[in-house]
């Protein structure tokens, strides 16, 4: 198996520019999630889903952000418009319904100008 | 959501020496996760302790949680540059439906 897929892997953009980052999960996990990883706060859950539909989005900081995940391959998490306190990596992670271990994605290093 | 506390915030050391890192939290955990994350990558499993007082060994890296279940700590011998990276410990919540991660030790081992 390939793994958590994550694209890109790096995105710099201006501020007010949309931004969509995408992530392909292990074939057969039903559980997608999205974190957020800055110096200052360490690793932050934003949203998860089981069996594509949204679980938890207490974590997501603010209304720019939004996830959607239209099939079990494939999640966005979009950030419309986007401000430099953005800035951060965030990673994909997707775990099996019958393992306690979460899968994480290589990561998208974000950075808003 | 329990706050986990983590130390040290960061440590560098040479080759082949021995260290130990530490997990706290003022709540009792009903289980806990040690992960690894290399530069430029994704956090890593390394292992689940449930029961306090339990040891879990992986090689050169032991993993003991506390018997009040309220700490952890990991402890690696003779560390290796291959070692350098982000421990971070993580708590299950709600049968590991979500992870409420501590903000990590960065270990750096040089040669």
């Known amino acids: 198996d390939a793994g958590v897929i994550q694209s890109p892997r790096h995105e710099v953009t201006e501020m007010g520019q949309e931004v969509t980052l995408r992530c392909k999960p292990i074939s057969g996990h039903n559980s997608l999630f999205w974190y957020r990883q800055t110096m200052m706060r360490g690793l932050e859950l934003l949203i998860y889903?089981?069996?594509?539909?949204?679980?938890?989005d207490s974590g997501m900081p603010e209304d720019r952000f939004s996830a959607k995940m239209p099939n079990a391959s494939f999640s966005t998490l979009k950030i419309q418009p986007s401000e430099p306190r953005d800035s951060a990596v965030y990673f994909c992670?997707?775990?099996?319904?019958?393992?306690?271990?979460?899968?994480f994605g290589p990561g998208t290093r974000l950075t808003v100008l | 959501t329990q706050l986990l506390e983590q130390s040290p915030q960061f440590l560098s050391i040479q080759e082949g020496e021995n260290l130990t890192v530490y997990c706290n939290s003022s709540s009792v955990f009903s289980s806990l996760q040690w992960y690894r994350q290399e530069p430029g990558e994704g956090p890593v499993l390394l292992v689940t302790v449930v029961t306090g007082g339990e040891v879990k060994k992986l090689k050169r890296l032991t993993f003991q949680f506390g018997d009040a279940r309220k700490d952890s700590s990991l402890h690696i011998t003779a560390a290796q540059p291959g070692d350098t990276g982000l421990y971070l410990c993580?708590?299950?919540?709600?049968?590991?439906?979500?992870?409420?991660f501590g903000k990590g030790t960065m270990l750096l081992v040089s040669p």
């Open positions: 993580a708590d299950p919540n709600s049968g590991y439906s979500t992870l409420t």
């Open positions: 992670a997707s775990r099996d319904r019958n393992n306690n271990e979460q899968f």
């Open positions: 889903f089981n069996n594509n539909v949204p679980i938890d």
